[in-house]
C-alpha cells in the first residue's frame, strides 16, 4: 500500500507545473502537506532577491532533542519541456507520455521525502529533528539555495536527494565552477586593400589559445571554450569577437590557477597586437570533496549496511545544491534515487528504485547519533 502511495504521490508532484521560475504552485502544495502531517514550516524571503517563482521552504519533523538533527534536501524546479506531463507505468517504470520530460529531476526526491516522513509518523520511528529543504532555481544555477539563509537550518549535515542511478551511488565530490565572457576588441580594416591597419580578434584570439589549457587536465579537472562568435564579412578584419569558456576543478587552488592563467592570456595576447580584452568571469559552483571519515559518511556506510546496499562513491562533473550547502557550512553529500536520462522526454525511473530511497532516508533518520556521540 505504502508503495502505491510513494507513486500516487510522485505523480500528484509531477503533474503540477514548476518549470524554473514557476514554482509557486508547487510549493503551496508541499506547504499544505507539510502542515497536515504537523510539521512546523519557515519560508524565507529570497524571492524578493531572485525573482524566482517561490522561496526556499524548511520543513522540520520534531524528534529526539538529544539526537544529532538531519537535513534533506530537493530542488522543486524542472527544465523544459516540463508543462502538462502526464505519467505512464510500464512494467515498474514510471515514464513520461513521451512529449515532456518526467520531471523525476527532481520531484523523485520531494515524493521520497514526503513517504518518508509518513512512514516515520506512521510507524514511530524514533529520530531527532529532521528538517526538509526544498529550494526553488536549482536547474538554472543553484539560485534558490544560493540565496538561502543557513542560520535557519538547525542541522550541520545532511544529505541532497538528486542524483541520478541506481539508489546506493553517492556523490562525494563535485566540481568548482567557473564560466567566463571574453570580449576582444580589435580594429576593421580592409582585408585585401589595408590589412595592417586593422587589429585582428582572430590574431589576438590565436595567440591566447597557445596558453591556455584545454580538455580533460586530470581526472578531477577540466576546461572548455564551447562558443566563439564574430565578423561579419571576409574582406573585413574581425574587429570583435565573443569567447565563452569554462573551468571545472574539485580542487578549487587548481580552478583558480586555470582562469588566473586564462585571464593572462588574453591579456597579454591584447597588449600584443594593440587591441583590448573585457573579460567577465562568474563562479557558478564551490567545489567540495568529502571523506569517509566525516559523520555525514559514516552514517550513510552504516545505514547501506543495514539494508544490505552497496555504497559506491562517485565524483560529479556537475554541480548541484550539495555544492551550495557545503560552501557555506553544511556537510552534505548527493544521493542518487534512481531516476535516468533525465533533462530529456526519455526520462524515467523505475518504483523499486524509489522505494529503496525511501528506506534508506528512513535508516538514515533512525540512526542519526546522539549528540554526546559526535566528536
Do not use: C, W
Amino acid at each position: 500500500m505504502s508503495k502505491a502511495r510513494l507513486v500516487k504521490t510522485f505523480e500528484e508532484l509531477v503533474t503540477i507545473d514548476s518549470v524554473s521560475g514557476n514554482e509557486e504552485k508547487i510549493h503551496e502544495l508541499l506547504k499544505e502537506k507539510f502542515l497536515s502531517f504537523g510539521m512546523n514550516i519557515k519560508e524565507d524571503q529570497s524571492m524578493e532577491t531572485t525573482g524566482l517563482g517561490a522561496n526556499n521552504l524548511i520543513a522540520m519533523l520534531k524528534g529526539d532533542s538529544e539526537k544529532e538533527p538531519l537535513m534533506f534536501s530537493s530542488h522543486t524546479d524542472t527544465v523544459t519541456p516540463g508543462n502538462g506531463i502526464q505519467v505512464i507505468e510500464n512494467d515498474g517504470i514510471l515514464y513520461s507520455k513521451g512529449e515532456t520530460i518526467l520531471g523525476a529531476d527532481d520531484k523523485a526526491g520531494i515524493a521520497i521525502m514526503i513517504e518518508a516522513i509518513q512512514r516515520i509518523k506512521e510507524d514511530s520511528i524514533d529520530t531527532g529533528n529532521l528538517e526538509f529543504v526544498l529550494s526553488p532555481g536549482e536547474e538554472i544555477g543553484l539560485i534558490g539555495s544560493s540565496a538561502l539563509d543557513m542560520s535557519m537550518i538547525e542541522a550541520s549535515m545532511g544529505y541532497v536527494l538528486d542524483s541520478g542511478g541506481s539508489v546506493g551511488r553517492v556523490t562525494i565530490a563535485s566540481p568548482t565552477l567557473f564560466m567566463y565572457d571574453v570580449s576582444i576588441t580589435g580594429k576593421a580594416a580592409h582585408a585585401g586593400l589595408e590589412p595592417e591597419k586593422g587589429v585582428s580578434a582572430v590574431a589576438i584570439l590565436s595567440d591566447a589559445l597557445k596558453k591556455i589549457k584545454m580538455g580533460r587536465i586530470d581526472e578531477q579537472t577540466t576546461a572548455n571554450i564551447g562558443v566563439i562568435k564574430g565578423g561579419e564579412a571576409t574582406n573585413i578584419v574581425m574587429d570583435s569577437l565573443l569567447v565563452k569558456g569554462e573551468v571545472r576543478a574539485i580542487d578549487p587552488a587548481k580552478a583558480d590557477t586555470l582562469i588566473a592563467e586564462m585571464v593572462a592570456a588574453f591579456e597579454e595576447s591584447a597588449s600584443l597586437h594593440g587591441g583590448e580584452v573585457t573579460i567577465d568571469i562568474r563562479k557558478m559552483a564551490t567545489g567540495f570533496d568529502v571523506s569517509d571519515d566525516e559523520q555525514v559518511m559514516t552514517l550513510l556506510l552504516s545505514a547501506g549496511e543495514q539494508l544490505g546496499y552497496e555504497i559506491i562513491r562517485e565524483t560529479s562533473g556537475g554541480g548541484s545544491d550539495a555544492n551550495v550547502f557545503n560552501e557555506k557550512g553544511k556537510r552534505v553529500v548527493n544521493l542518487s534515487v534512481g531516476y535516468e536520462k533525465i533533462h530529456t522526454t526519455e526520462e524515467y525511473i523505475p518504483v523499486e528504485e524509489m522505494e529503496k530511497a525511501v528506506l534508506l532516508v528512513i535508516e538514515l533518520a533512525k540512526n542519526s547519533p546522539r549528540r554526546t556521540e559526535v566528536q
